[in-house]
């Protein structure tokens, strides 16, 4: 599976910005498909994810104010960041797996480049 993550930049704290997540190699139907990000010298962390049919897990941190969806037409997903803050900055990394969802790294056999957020306060 190949994964391309798109969208980040900079953005005021209040802001918004929508990340964007492509897949391919692998049927998308099969996919749980998620976002993690990493701060600079902290450990990578679970953000969100989505199940094929809409099912959804977010961190305590992100709820309320980010929103993950999936077009599996299109095989994408995004995540729309609303509200953002300085302790939102990170690299965005998308990733995927087969079966259940889960908010461990360790679970996820696919990644993406990642993307940086960047949040001005």
């Known amino acids: 599976v190949q994964l391309q993550a798109s969208g980040g930049g900079v953005v005021q704290a209040g802001g918004s910005l929508r990340l964007s997540c492509a897949a391919s190699g692998r049927p998308f139907s099969a996919l749980v498909m998620s976002w993690f990000r990493q701060a600079p010298g902290k450990e990578r962390e679970f953000v969100s994810a989505?199940?094929?049919?809409?099912?959804?897990i977010n961190a305590d941190a992100v709820k309320g104010r980010f929103t993950i969806s999936r077009d599996n037409t299109k095989n994408t997903m995004d995540l729309q960041m609303n509200s953002l803050k300085p302790e939102d900055t990170a690299v965005y990394y998308c990733?995927?797996?087969?079966?259940?969802?889960?908010?461990?790294?360790?679970?996820?056999?696919?990644w993406g480049q990642g993307t940086l957020v960047t949040v001005s306060s």
């Open positions: 990733a995927a797996r087969l079966t259940y969802l889960s908010r461990s790294s360790e679970n996820y056999d696919y």
């Open positions: 989505i199940t094929w049919s809409g099912i959804t």
